[in-house]
């Protein structure tokens, strides 16, 4: 151990490393994840069991006072001013108390949410310029009303089942909403919430990779391909509002086929701009599918979102169209390692159990699931252990 000035002079070289190191990372998107990994293990190291456990505590009050400043006009009053602004200024535009703005504004300017310029002044800062664009302005009001809601009733509603498993409806999502429907049809029924996980869905993919970057599509699907013009290359089933199948397109312009998208009828109707090459379908996949003999029946993040009676009876529907040695279905979703499972992941099966009754699935369970269809893996493609794999499967 080092005397106390010491340790205050390599504390201060740390920082400063710290500082120039982001400098020259900033541009950098895979260094800079990488620095931040490092970063965050080590607050893990260096907070202490009790700051860990009060941090937990204390997390949902910041995404509370957010959830009132977004709802009550607040975020985009004062964004859309482009200036500091005072809470007696917002309190005029909005007619929101002042009192209440000063008091949910102190968190967020802790946080770095808003900056707080003078006594009671503040002013936007990146954090809350992103949240007024549409993906995660939908978004955040998204999770906030169906996740984060379902997940703080999620221990009490364990308790009331013995601490059951929950594999179906009712789950913490039904009884906190008093609905039987499952988030899905349940989200048919409020357009509001709908249009804002549309929108969450579309902007999240604008930050992650495309399956085709991280697989080989050539070999996938391209290859061994019928290249006649009436033949469905690939179908997105449950695909949005069609991003995914027309990134494909557009990196594969000159591949033979088809390109299908299907989804609900309010979400097809709600597509506002989508390359014509993708036919779009209106369609329910619990009903029998109406695409036959594609390559591909390729499926993003959707059977995280069912319990496995439901996965397996959208999975017999594709199956039933499918032609043996010739179709694959693609599903690109995250495959749980049995162990060492990281944070985000994690996180997420504790989400998709909370507002779905669904979950994320190891390569065990997914086996299962498939074979139970009439199905078989051809291969798990796993990118990492922080990446969503892509699962390769064919008629058994
Ligand atoms: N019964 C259903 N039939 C077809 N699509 C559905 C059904 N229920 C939910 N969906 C759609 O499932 C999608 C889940 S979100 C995932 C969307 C897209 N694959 C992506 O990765 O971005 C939403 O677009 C829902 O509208």
Request: with cysteine; glycine share 8%; charged share 25%.
């Amino acid at each position: 151990m080092g005397s106390a000035t010491d340790i205050q002079s390599r504390i201060a070289t740390l920082a400063k490393d710290i500082d120039a190191l982001y400098q020259d990372v900033a541009q950098d998107e895979g260094s800079r994840k990488e620095l931040l990994g490092v970063v965050q293990g080590a607050m893990a190291k260096v907070e202490s069991p009790t700051e860990t456990i009060w941090r937990m505590i204390m997390s949902p009050h910041a995404p509370a006072a957010l959830m009132v400043l977004i709802r009550s006009g607040v975020l985009k009053d004062l964004v859309s001013s482009g200036k500091p602004k005072t809470a007696s200024a917002i309190a005029s535009t909005t007619g929101v108390s002042e009192t209440l703005i000063i008091r949910m504004m102190r968190p967020l300017t802790a946080l770095g949410v808003f900056r707080e310029t003078d006594v009671y002044t503040y002013s936007s800062t990146p954090i809350s310029e992103l949240l007024t664009a549409p993906p995660l302005y939908g978004g955040y009001q998204f999770m906030f009303d169906l996740a984060t809601r379902s997940l703080a009733n999620m221990p009490r509603f364990l308790e009331r089942t013995n601490f059951k498993h929950v594999d179906g409806p009712p789950g913490p999502f039904q009884d906190c909403n008093s609905t039987e429907d499952l988030m899905f049809p349940y989200l048919m029924k409020h357009p509001d919430m709908m249009s804002n996980f549309n929108a969450f869905m579309a902007g999240s993919l604008e930050t992650r990779p495309d399956w085709f970057q991280k697989f080989d599509a050539e070999s996938l699907v391209l290859n061994g391909a019928k290249s006649s013009p009436e033949k469905v290359l690939l179908v997105d089933i449950a695909g949005g509002e069609g991003h995914d199948v027309q990134a494909f397109g557009r990196a594969f312009p000159s591949a033979p086929g088809r390109l299908v998208l299907q989804d609900l009828p309010p979400v097809i109707g709600n597509i506002k701009s989508l390359d014509e090459r993708v036919e779009r379908v209106p369609h329910d996949m619990f009903e029998e599918q109406p695409v036959r003999g594609a390559r591909a029946y390729y499926m993003r993040n959707i059977f995280h979102d069912w319990p496995n009676d439901k996965c397996v009876e959208i999975m017999k529907r594709i199956a039933k169209a499918m032609e043996r040695g010739y179709s694959k279905l693609l599903i690109f979703e995250w495959i749980l390692a049995p162990k060492g499972v990281p944070l985000y992941p994690a996180l997420l099966d504790v989400n998709m159990m909370a507002l779905l009754n669904g979950r994320e699935r190891t390569e065990e369970e997914w086996t299962g699931l498939l074979s139970a269809a009439g199905l078989r893996v051809v291969k798990f493609h796993i990118a990492g252990p922080e990446e969503e794999g892509l699962i390769e499967a064919e008629v058994a």
